[in-house]
């Protein structure tokens, strides 16, 4: 089932304008719940992979993000979709997913699993598209493409496929929980028959001076030097937005995920802690028996007998703790992020009521 | 047995089949009887005289003295000469005595058997004449199982089965001798014959060799076991020299395989009646009692009946001992010795010692009492009939402790070597401490009454005033006798005890000095289970204590680690835990022995109760008070908080059923400011009924729930009011003003609410503006996770120290100290961000809410 697994070699995803709205416009739908779908693009073995469409999948509101990618009818929706694309006569082929989430919460077990799976037996150059929907209400875009590292990949085929990732197998393949996604740029790229429309879009908001924040940094991500330029109206109307107080919910928001994150992470660590006790006890018990047989003079393999004769626990997974980490790591990014403007704005309150 | 004879006095088959039916009842005794028969020629003329006591006993029976002139001259009965005509006449008695008034007169059972016995022999005679081996098997057979339903209704081994058995003997060797031609069948009959015969006449062997000697003496009587001519005074002369074999056979069979104890203790009984000095008595006594304790040896406890004579047993060998107590004693350290046949000599004070311990009989009897009380279902009515043996059981401990005392003076009571009465003492403790005064004062005052006049102990004296003072006098003196022991598991025990009977008599203050003045806390995890089963046992009933007297904080600290456990029963040493795998059958036996019978457990729906309703009185306002957020909060209420959490959480809410779910239902009205509806609730909890003054505790209660709920008002309603009055705060929750007032000022004094106290409108001012919004809290929250996180990452780096200093697998540990730095790393870096952002966050807001309280106070 699976073929050889070379290694990925697009370094850039370009992707068409038109895919970044369909997927801005699914997410912040139904925001907050999580939604996802497949991309379609070319990859054309060059350095660069080629996204050029996405479609919603039919199911919404996920329990876990990334769940959907496993449900039949979404596969078969996907199968069905390539087909019809190849009736129509797009050159087109599945590379990916996208998703929405909340900061780093899409680092979880079938996100990874899925993506571990897409690369492994579909392409190797397939990506996910993460999209954090909740940025967008503070007029940021975020949407970034991720692939499991080569060394990640590997590492799990020469474990036998599983994801039982001791600590000897994550310093052999130099794993840690920064380094085993990798984040590729993206590349907007967009049609004339797109920047027509927006610089249509813009001029609408001129005249009704529409302050709708998630279309003016779309546009400002796809900024013309001069149509910039001309709207000073309209930027200093952006520049309103930081000002707005109420941004605490997202705050609120990760600090929950990340305390639910530190409580799982605690609970991993909890488990490894007791391997450590253990595997120190029965080291202890090791230690003894060498010295013993030392003294008794027995003519014995010190280095290798005590295999036969002690079982040393077996060491939990650390892959939890990967995607724990990478996740704990992803929220305090965030954290740090958002908390920089929620000081800014609770001390320069503080002034005001100083004076 | 009579009046069922009376009812088959009506015809003859009827009677028969009765009797055939009472057969089994009989099997025991007449079993013992023939064993003792076949048991050995010397002692032929005790079994005899065992025979006619056997049937002393047997109300249907004729009366021994019957027996004994019948067996000399068979004499019609009584009957004979009211109805004589109707008897058939017959050389054997006729039962005499249950047929008054019936014209119809039967033949006995027994005269019917021993008819049918005969004529079986007679058969045998002249089959055996004739070679008709097939007859002579044939009757061999009914003549043997009529044998053994003679030998079921004590009927004696009939001479003439004896002689039968000797000349069938005679014949078969003279047949065989003669080696005569049969045919097949006749040959296997014979053959058969020959061995069952050969089996039958080495059961009866010493009789049948009596028989060839004398056939004549065997004949003149119409049974075998024929009474001793000599009567009992030439038994007399030999009764000496058997009671002392006997009893050495007693003893070397003792613990041996396959034999029967009861037959021993049979035995021993019939030397009672034989033994005439003390020291015989006593000898007997010391052997049948341990005999008797044997018999349930496996069983799981001694059959009720045995239990009862041994305590008769014991009894009456105190009584000897009593009487004789000038001139034989009973000691732990007497010289040992199998002497029966000559008393010890005497020391010099002309006391003869005997080996022995009455403490331990007491003991044994003791356990065996509640050992039968743990088997016995504890809600019917056996159990309480059983219990009643307890009174009994602890007069004979009285007693014992009386008899003990005798042998040793008062100044002797801090010497080990009196260590018979001290567990003598302990006993009598162990039966008093779990009991309610009253109680304690019946059972000593029946204990006493029961005593000889001028028996007096110099441990504890008897009284005529049976008060309060005599109860806690008499625990006292118990106690104090054993503090002063060396042996620390006496005084540890005694203190438990003491400690006990402090709590469950009220006096809480007492008991929580002696227990706090004690460090048995410390000491008692190196104890053995059944002293940590006590002390557990001990803390439940002082905190039970602590809260019938209102000292609720006091009863939810004590009872918190026992009532919380999973474990209750087994602390308690109220149950076993079911499902333990790894546990061998002799650790669920050790156990099971640690278990306490019924009557002194502690009940545990009561102990919930009191638990619950004290977690309700300290959690609730709590609650309140924190807001209704989980964070943050004291950890000493969880279990009660989970269980409110579990209550809220549940799909359907029916009216409340058992004591948790009232005291749930409680704790939800409470949190609405309804005292009255929380008081109600628990009021109905009707568990409270188990505390003497059940009442009482009930209007504690309410007093509590009073105050609470006025805390718990003002904590989560303060936020809404910016004053309140006090005399409507009075009016909601029923108090005093007074009580309101200080209330509020205790509340104000522990900062527990801002506010203030306006005495000249009489209402309470409340300060707000210092509320945590909700990020602010889970940055706190935050805080402390990141702490525990960090906590947990160092130990991560530890266990990788640890690893490397072992020295293995240089691979392995080298990964661990990297996981572990990239651990730290980012743990570093959570720290670094959040908690700064955390404490800026706060700082803020804490300025923030300074300087409004400022600038408040500027203006």
Redesign the interface.
């Known amino acids: 089932m699976s073929k050889e697994y070379t290694a990925p070699n697009t370094e850039t995803v370009q992707v068409e304008s038109s895919v970044v709205l369909k997927i801005v416009k699914h997410a912040s739908k139904h925001f907050p719940t999580p939604v996802s779908g497949p991309l379609l693009g070319l990859d054309t073995n060059q350095k660069v992979l080629n996204v050029s469409h996405a479609f919603p999948f039919p199911t919404i509101g996920e329990s876990n993000e990334g769940y959907s990618y496993r449900i039949k009818s979404n596969q078969k929706y996907v199968h069905d979709l390539t087909e019809q694309m190849k009736i129509a006569g797009h050159a087109t082929q599945f590379v990916g997913w996208y998703q929405s989430t909340t900061s780093a919460n899409f680092l979880n077990h079938f996100t990874i699993d899925n993506l571990l799976g897409a690369q492994i037996n579909n392409n190797a150059n397939s990506i996910l598209f993460v999209h954090d929907a909740s940025k967008l209400k503070k007029g940021i875009l975020s949407l970034r493409a991720f692939r499991l590292s080569e060394n990640f990949v590997k590492a799990y085929l020469n474990n036998g496929q599983s994801n039982k990732f001791t600590r000897k197998i994550l310093v052999d393949n130099e794993l840690n929980y920064k380094n085993f996604l990798v984040e590729l740029p993206i590349q907007i790229h967009n049609s004339q028959l797109i920047s027509l429309f927006l610089n249509d879009l813009k001029l609408k908001i001129n005249e009704y001076h529409l302050d709708d924040l998630n279309v003016n940094n779309l546009i400002d991500l796809n900024s013309d030097e001069d149509l910039a330029q001309k709207e000073n109206k309209n930027t200093l109307l952006e520049n309103f937005g930081p000002l707005n107080l109420s941004g605490l919910e997202d705050s609120t928001l990760i600090i929950n995920k990340l305390v639910d994150s530190i409580d799982d992470y605690n609970y991993d660590l909890n488990n490894f802690n007791y391997y450590q006790r253990q595997l120190s006890r029965e080291m202890a018990k090791v230690q003894q028996w060498k010295q013993k047989a030392k003294q008794d003079g027995k003519p014995v393999d010190l280095e290798n007998d005590w295999k036969s004769l002690f079982k040393l626990p077996t060491e939990p997974s650390r892959y939890d703790n990967l995607l724990i980490s990478a996740s704990i790591d992803g929220f305090c990014d965030d954290l740090d992020l958002g908390c920089v403007s929620e000081l800014a704005k609770t001390f320069t309150v503080k002034g005001g009521f100083d004076n | 047995m009579s009046s069922r004879f009376f009812a088959a006095s009506l015809s003859d088959s009827e009677s028969d089949e009765e009797l055939l039916s009472s057969e089994e009842e009989e099997l025991l005794s007449s079993s013992e009887d023939e064993q003792m028969e076949s048991s050995s020629e010397e002692d032929d003329d005790l079994d005899d005289d065992m025979d006619e006591d056997e049937s002393d006993e047997d109300d249907d029976e004729p009366t021994g003295r019957n027996k004994f002139l019948k067996t000399e001259t068979p004499q019609r009965s009584a009957a004979y000469f009211l109805k004589g005509s109707n008897i058939p006449d017959s050389d054997d008695e006729t039962e005499s005595e249950s047929d008054d008034d019936n014209k119809k007169v039967v033949k006995s059972a027994k005269d019917k058997l021993l008819e049918e016995m005969k004529n079986s022999a007679n058969e045998i005679d002249n089959a055996a004449d004739f070679d008709d081996w097939l007859t002579v098997s044939k009757e061999f057979d009914k003549l043997n199982k009529l044998l053994i339903r003679s030998q079921q209704q004590n009927i004696p081994t009939p001479t003439f089965y004896i002689k039968t058995l000797a000349e069938l003997e005679d014949v078969i060797i003279l047949v065989s001798k003669e080696n005569t031609k049969m045919n097949a069948v006749t040959s296997k009959a014979f053959n058969s014959i020959k061995q069952r015969v050969k089996r039958s006449s080495r059961d009866f062997e010493d009789l049948i060799k009596r028989f060839r000697e004398s056939p004549e003496d065997m004949q003149k009587s119409a049974t075998v076991p024929a009474v001793a001519p000599a009567g009992r005074s030439a038994a007399a002369d030999e009764e000496e020299l058997d009671i002392a074999a006997t009893l050495r056979t007693v003893i070397e069979n003792r613990g041996k395989k396959n034999v029967d104890r009861y037959e021993q203790v049979a035995t021993l009984e019939k030397l009672l009646q034989f033994a005439e000095s003390p020291f015989q008595f006593i000898s007997i006594y010391f052997l049948l009692i341990p005999t008797r304790f044997d018999l349930s040896m496996n069983a799981n406890y001694m059959p009720i009946d045995q239990w009862k004579n041994a305590e008769k047993n014991i009894s009456a060998l105190l009584t000897i001992l009593e009487d004789n107590h000038d001139k034989y004693r009973v000691t732990e350290n007497g010289e040992a010795g199998l002497d029966f046949e000559n008393e010890p000599q005497a020391n010099k004070d002309g006391i003869v010692e005997v080996l022995g311990s009455i403490a331990s009989f007491v003991e044994r009897l003791d356990d065996e009492l509640t050992r039968s009380l743990l088997v016995i279902d504890p809600h019917s009515s056996d159990y309480i009939v059983r219990l009643r043996d307890e009174s009994q059981m602890y007069n004979l401990i009285l007693r014992a402790q009386l008899y003990v005392e005798s042998l040793s003076s008062a100044d002797q009571l801090t010497n080990p070597s009196n260590d018979q009465l001290f567990r003598i003492i302990l006993r009598r403790i162990d039966h008093v401490y779990f009991k309610p005064i009253q109680l304690i004062n019946f059972n000593e005052k029946t204990a006493w009454n029961a005593l000889k006049d001028g028996q007096e102990s110099f441990v504890v004296k008897s009284t005529s005033t049976y008060d309060k003072e005599y109860a806690d006098g008499l625990v006292n003196t118990l106690c104090s006798v054993l503090y002063r022991q060396s042996n620390s598991v006496y005084r540890k025990k005694a203190m438990l005890c003491h400690i006990y009977y402090y709590a469950f008599n009220n006096q809480y203050f007492k008991a929580r000095d002696m227990l706090l003045m004690s460090h048995l806390q410390s000491t008692i995890h190196s104890c053995e289970p059944a002293m940590q089963v006590l002390f557990n046992r001990t803390l439940v009933q002082l905190g039970l204590c602590a809260f019938k007297v209102g000292l609720i904080d006091e009863a939810f600290q004590t009872l918190q680690e026992i009532a919380t456990s999973s474990r209750q029963k087994e602390l308690l040493g109220q149950g076993v835990q079911r499902y333990n795998q790894q546990s061998s059958t002799t650790s669920v036996a050790a156990d099971r022995q640690r278990l306490l019978p019924f009557h002194m457990h502690i009940n545990l729906e009561l102990l919930e109760a009191v638990f619950l309703t004290s977690s309700l009185l300290i959690e609730i306002p709590q609650a309140a008070q924190t807001g209704n957020n989980n964070y943050n909060k004291k950890a000493s209420t969880k279990s009660f908080r989970r269980a409110l959490e579990f209550h809220e959480r549940q799909f359907f809410q029916g009216p409340p059923e058992n004591t948790k779910d009232y005291i749930m239902y409680a704790a939800k009205s409470l949190q609405m400011g309804d005292w009255k509806k929380a008081t109600n609730y628990i009021k109905s909890v009707d568990i409270w009924k188990l505390f003497v003054n059940g009442d009482a505790i009930k209007k504690m209660i309410e007093e509590k729930l009073q105050i609470e709920g006025l805390r718990t008002y003002l904590f989560q309603f303060r936020n809404y009011y910016t004053k309140l009055s006090i005399g409507k705060l009075a009016e909601i929750f029923e108090l005093k003003e007074s009580k309101v007032s200080a209330v509020l000022s205790k509340m104000i004094f522990k900062e527990e609410i801002l506010a203030a106290l306006d005495q000249k409108t009489s209402s309470v001012y409340f300060i707000h503006g210092h509320e945590l919004n ?2 602010q809290e ?2 706190l ?2 805080a402390e ?2 702490g ?2 960090a906590e ?2 160092e ?2 780096a530890a ?2 120290h ?2 490397q200093s ?1 020295g ?1 697998n240089s ?2 540990h ?3 100290g ?2 572990s730095r ?2 730290h790393s ?1 743990n570093f ?2 720290s670094s ?2 908690s700064g ?1 955390i404490a ?2 706060l700082n ?1 807001m804490d ?2 809410g300074n ?2 309280r400022q600038k408040r106070n500027n203006k």
């Open positions: 909700k990020p889970l940055a929250v935050l996770k990141v525990q996180l947990k990452n130990r991560l266990g990788g640890q690893q072992t293995f691979q392995s080298g990964s661990n990297n996981t990239n651990h980012q870096k959570i961000s959040n952002i800026g966050a803020g300025n923030k300087n409004r």
